[in-house]
C-alpha cells in the first residue's frame, strides 16, 4: 500500500515562515498530482494548493505567500510557508490522487494523517 509521512509542522509567530514535506512510500509506479490542504477548527477541508502535469493552483488566500515544489524521483512534494498569519493555523494534510499503485486497480487518492500549524504571538 502507500503511506504519507508529514513533518515540518509547528508552532511560528506571525510573519514567520515553515517548511512542510511529504513522503509518499510504497509501491507506486506513478503519481498525477500532489498537494496540500488544510482544515481549521470547526471549518471543512480547503485546498491550500497543488502540483501536477505540470501546472499549480493556490488557494487565493496564500497566493504569494505559500509556494509548492515536488521531487517526482523521491515522491514528495513540498511546501514553503511565508508570511504566516493566525488565519493559517489549521491541521495540514498531504494528498496524492491519481496514483498508479503496482498491485491495484485504477487510479487511487490517499491522505496523511495531518501536521499541526500554529501561527501565534
Known amino acids: 500500500q502507500v503511506r504519507l509521512v508529514e ?3 509547528g ?5 514567520g ?5 511529504c513522503a509518499a512510500s510504497g509501491s507506486i509506479f506513478s503519481i498525477g498530482t500532489m498537494g496540500w490542504y488544510r482544515q481549521a477548527p470547526g471549518k471543512q477541508r480547503e485546498l491550500v ?11 487565493d488566500s ?5 509556494a509548492i515544489s515536488r521531487d517526482n524521483a523521491k515522491n514528495t512534494v513540498f511546501l514553503q510557508m511565508n508570511s504566516l498569519k493566525p ?3 489549521a491541521v495540514y494534510y498531504c494528498n ?11 487510479l487511487r487518492n490517499y491522505w496523511g494523517q495531518g501536521t499541526q500549524v500554529t501561527v501565534s504571538s
Open 96 to 106: 496524492v490522487d491519481r496514483a498508479v499503485v503496482h498491485g491495484v486497480s485504477g
Open 7 to 9: 513533518s515540518g509542522g
Open 11 to 15: 508552532l511560528v509567530q506571525p510573519g
Open 87 to 89: 488565519e493559517d493555523t
Open 49 to 59: 494548493a497543488t502540483t501536477g502535469s505540470g501546472s499549480t493552483d493556490y488557494a
Open 62 to 66: 496564500v497566493k504569494g505567500r505559500f
Open 17 to 21: 515562515s515553515l517548511r512542510l514535506s
